[in-house]
């Protein structure tokens, strides 16, 4: 994880994000990644949110 550099999260629901951000600070709990977080009317299969990531290597 320390390796990410960029999140891209589409949450279905943004009313959510307290909830989400909490759970994503215990993946990253030094120097947070840059992050985009979009709210959407629809993800496949029913997900509540995606989250799609940029890492690089050492």
Known sequence: MSNVAW????LKDL???S????????YF???PPARITVEVSNLPSGALVEISVIAVKD
Do not use: G, H, P, T
């Open 19 to 26: 909830e989400f951000n909490e759970v994503y600070s215990r």
């Open 7 to 10: 999140v891209f999260v589409a």
């Open 15 to 17: 009313s959510k994000f």
């Open 29 to 31: 709990k030094e120097s």
